[in-house]
């Protein structure tokens, strides 16, 4: 049984694609996907459906996930609506692992983040014959090089990066465009050198605005000139907080980031910057569409791994990408450290060579 859990990414349908491809190699296999995460399994009627070569055909290409996801609940922590209208949650995974027996599950392999790879290790530890496939766009996961999803948001940012470049200069404008990147500046960075961004501002180094605002001077002759900046929606000011909102969403454990860009632009109009300054919010363009050839290639690869590793019995383990290898790691070491940017890491140094003020 395939599923895809966490917020969905470009190169999902790739990789049942690949898990489903291998598999009908095999005489003795069928797959079978699960609706929404484990949902499909805990709801009654339990949704889900079987995946043969046709049902796969040309997903490569396709965005989202033909499964459905969820970045709520999960087995371990099941919504339920009390008397008085209040929510709160229950462990359900004894109650799946039985039904899944049930079912004739013999191994699952679960697409997902951290929080998925924390319901997989789990389940794991519990019985089950789980696969581990790391997912995020964030690309915040430490056992692996990287993330499928992450190359196409990066490309999306580059390419908005090169949009805002004419009319920023058209106008002599600064411009803020604000990425994903909740714990993580990955996009952000990436994005920022690619697309020749003046100013980068990550969740892992909080930002001095006198800095911001003598790079954006700097690149000013009086009244010309133009500057862009990009900056991940976890990014902070020194001394302050991230900026977002309680969703009041059922099972959302996060806050809803989003804002950072108009507030530094309230922040930078306060500290005296006069140029016009525009901001513009990617949001979930990042996460939406076709992946780039590299998720693709990469996703496909972690998919036939994936099947390969359930008929190896190569259970508690997490497909990896260590280049030029995959590989296999146990759940508990995927999950155990977050992959954050070191401010003296490489890619700074190299932001920084060319120039890119990180606001610290
Ligand atoms: O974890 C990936 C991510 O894209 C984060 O960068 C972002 O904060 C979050 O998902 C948004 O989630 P949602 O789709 O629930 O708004």
Redesign the pocket.
């Known amino acids: 049984m395939v599923l895809t859990g966490?917020?969905d990414?470009p190169g999902l349908n790739a990789v049942i694609r690949g898990i489903v491809k291998r598999a009908s190699q095999e005489k003795d296999w069928e797959v079978v996907g699960c609706i929404e995460s484990f949902n499909g399994v805990l709801r009654e009627p339990t949704e889900i459906e079987i995946l043969d070569e046709k049902r796969v055909e040309g997903l490569q290409i396709q965005g989202g996930t033909i499964l459905g996801t969820t970045?709520k609940g999960g087995p371990f922590a099941w919504p339920i609506k009390n008397a008085d209208g209040s929510w709160s949650t229950v462990d359900r995974s004894d109650e799946m692992l039985r039904k899944l027996q049930y079912l004739g599950i013999d191994a699952v392999i679960n697409i997902g983040?951290d929080g998925s790879q924390r319901i997989s290790l789990g389940l794991f530890n519990k019985g089950l014959n789980i696969v581990g496939v790391p997912k995020?766009?964030?690309n915040d996961l430490s056992m692996t090089d990287y993330t499928f999803g992450f190359q196409t948001a990066v490309q999306i940012c580059t390419d908005a990066i090169d949009k805002l470049v004419t009319t920023a200069a058209s106008h002599n404008r600064v411009f803020i465009m604000e990425v994903?990147?909740?714990d993580a500046g990955w996009i952000a960075l990436h994005s920022a050198i690619a697309g020749g961004a003046d100013v980068c501002l990550i969740p892992e180094i909080p930002y001095d605005i006198n800095k911001v605002k003598a790079k954006i001077e700097q690149r000013y002759n009086k009244r010309r000139g133009y500057c862009i900046i990009v900056v991940a929606?976890?990014a902070m000011p020194k001394g302050g907080t991230v900026t977002g909102t309680e969703t009041g969403e059922v099972g959302?454990q996060?806050v809803?980031?989003g804002g950072v860009g108009e507030q530094l632009a309230a922040d930078l109009k306060e500290a005296g910057v006069e140029h016009d300054i525009r901001c513009t919010i990617l949001g979930?363009l990042?996460?939406g569409g076709t992946p780039i050839a590299f998720d693709r290639v990469l996703a496909t690869e972690f998919g036939v791994r994936a099947m390969e590793f359930v008929l190896e019995g190569r259970f508690g383990q997490m497909v990896a990408y260590h280049h030029p290898d995959i590989v296999g790691v146990s759940l508990e070491e995927a999950v155990r450290t977050p992959h954050f940017i070191d401010p003296n890491e490489r890619l700074v140094h190299t932001a920084k060579g060319v120039g890119i003020e990180m606001g610290n």
């Open positions: 966490g917020g990414c970045n983040g995020t766009i964030d994903m990147g909740r929606e976890g959302y996060h809803k980031l979930h990042q996460r």
